[in-house]
């Protein structure tokens, strides 16, 4: 399995995918079995801290048609798609966006949230 980790922006073709999630932030974005989808975070922002117990609104988009799983390094998956709220465990999330295409091609991006 071919695997990359990219920074900021990659470049592919004549087309290219923004890595970054949210404001000035550089995270890290796998792609394994190719280039795959790209995904984004768009909210929350990475490093935010939030009140444990409460919702949090996650937002994320796809470049391609692709189903998006959202995980945490604490209460694993928490959501699906690219809209949806959940109420984490205290602690230090990281928290996984991950999109498989249909060729099996996997994008991945992480940031940070505490609640």
């Given at each position: 399995m071919e695997r990359r980790s990219v920074r900021t922006w990659l470049f592919v073709g004549i087309?290219?995918?923004?890595?970054?999630?949210?404001?000035?932030?550089?995270?890290?974005?796998i792609f394994?079995?190719?280039?795959?989808?790209?995904?984004?975070?768009?909210?929350?922002?990475d490093g935010e801290i939030r009140?444990?117990?409460?919702?949090i609104p996650f937002n994320g988009s796809v470049t391609e048609s692709a189903p998006?799983?959202?995980?945490?390094?604490?209460?694993?998956?928490?959501?699906t798609g690219t809209s949806f709220s959940a109420a984490l465990t205290a602690g230090e999330h990281v928290i996984t966006l991950t999109a498989t295409g249909p060729d099996?091609?996997?994008?991945?991006?992480?940031?940070?949230?505490?609640?």
């Open positions: 087309g290219f995918l923004v890595c970054a999630a949210g404001a000035a932030f550089a995270h890290d974005l394994e079995n190719g280039f795959g989808p790209g995904v984004k975070i768009l909210t929350p922002q009140a444990a117990g409460v919702p998006l799983v959202w995980t945490s390094s604490i209460d694993g998956q928490i959501g099996a091609s996997r994008a991945q991006i992480h940031i940070s949230v505490e609640p």
